[in-house]
Each structure stands twice: as structure tokens, then as C-alpha cells.
């Protein structure tokens, strides 16, 4: 019922409204900007303009090369990426790199193209297979011997042996017997 009652208030009066909204005078257009340059239609006139300021352009301000000289910029940005240190640099000037030591036989993750690895960094199977070396075996993986192993910083070594584990499945059994258990059939 709301819905006829609003439909015949809209429809009220509809062609009336319509005339009313297309006789109205239509609101004029903003005036256009002037024009700067000189109007001239002669092609000579315009090449002079053209030459004028690629002289001016090119020409010598004594006033901002004075300025420009007494500028001077000191750049504090550690944003724009690490300095190399020099040992981190092999002798034709590119960083050492060290070949891959582990891969899977399916390597899915797009490291099949990879041939070498830079100093200091690790592959994803790479470090799985040194946290799962050193949580199996500890005294032999030892963080010295995985350092070494993978041209890492023993510092940095020690806190990813500290803070990262790999995945451990535990199967906790029921604290009493009066749960109820799956039978094998």
C-alpha cells in the first residue's frame, strides 16, 4: 500500500514539473581565458618567440650561480640501502656468492633458476633443513658448524637457532581414561 501511495505522489503533476525544468534558461558558459601570446599568424613571428626563450633558457644568471655555489647538502638518508663492506666484495668489484647446498627435488618455489647465494643469506629449504639438522643432531649442527656451513654471522646464527623452530607434530594422549576413544575397525 506504501508503495502506491508513493509512486502516485512522484508520478503527481509529472509533465508540468518537466516543461517547467526544459523552458528554463540555460546558465551561460564561464568566459574563456585571454591569450598571452602575441597573435601573430605569420610563421617567421613564431619561430623568433621560440628562439627568444631557448636563448634565455640557455643564457648565464650570475645571481643563482652565486647562490648555487654557497649550497651545500649533507645527506644523513640510511634508507637509500647498506654499504657494502669491503670483505663483503669479491675482487671484480660484485658481492661473494656461494653456490646452493640444498634443494628439493621439486623445487616449487622458483629457486631452480638460482645458482648462487650471496654471503649471509639463506634459501627457505636451506634454513628448514639447518633447523631440522641442528633439532635432530645438536651437538654435531652445532650454530658454529651451521655458520660455517652457510656463510653466516654466528650472532645471527645463534638467534635464528634461538627464536625459530620447525614444525613438531605432538599427539597428546587423554589425562583420563573415562573419555571415550576411537576404536580401530
Known amino acids: 500500500m506504501g508503495a502506491r501511495v508513493v509512486r502516485m505522489l512522484r508520478n503527481f503533476n509529472l509533465e508540468n514539473r518537466i516543461e517547467r525544468e526544459i523552458s528554463k ?15 601573430s599568424t605569420g610563421e617567421n613571428d613564431a619561430n623568433t618567440f621560440s628562439a627568444d626563450v631557448s636563448g634565455a633558457v640557455h643564457q648565464k644568471n650570475d645571481p643563482l650561480l652565486l647562490n ?9 638518508d640510511k634508507a637509500a640501502g647498506p654499504v ?4 663483503e666484495l669479491s675482487a671484480d ?11 628439493l627435488p621439486n623445487d616449487s618455489q622458483g629457486l631452480a633458476n638460482m645458482q648462487n647465494i650471496p654471503h649471509g ?8 633443513k639447518a633447523l631440522g639438522s641442528h633439532q635432530s643432531q645438536p651437538q654435531t649442527w652445532t650454530s658454529q658448524k651451521i655458520s ?12 635464528l637457532l634461538e627464536f625459530f623452530v620447525p614444525f613438531q607434530i605432538q599427539i597428546i594422549p587423554p589425562q583420563t581414561a573415562k573419555v571415550k576413544q576411537l576404536k580401530g575397525s
Open 84 to 87: 657494502k663492506s669491503r670483505k
Open 93 to 103: 668489484g660484485g658481492e661473494k656468492t656461494r653456490p646452493i647446498k640444498f634443494t
Open 68 to 76: 648555487l655555489k654557497s649550497v651545500y647538502v649533507e645527506s644523513k
Open 121 to 128: 643469506k639463506l634459501t627457505i629449504t636451506e634454513a628448514l
Open 148 to 159: 660455517e656451513e652457510y656463510s653466516l654471522n654466528l650472532k645471527e646464527t645463534n638467534s
Open 25 to 39: 534558461e540555460k546558465p551561460r558558459s564561464a568566459p574563456r581565458h585571454q591569450l598571452t601570446q602575441p597573435t
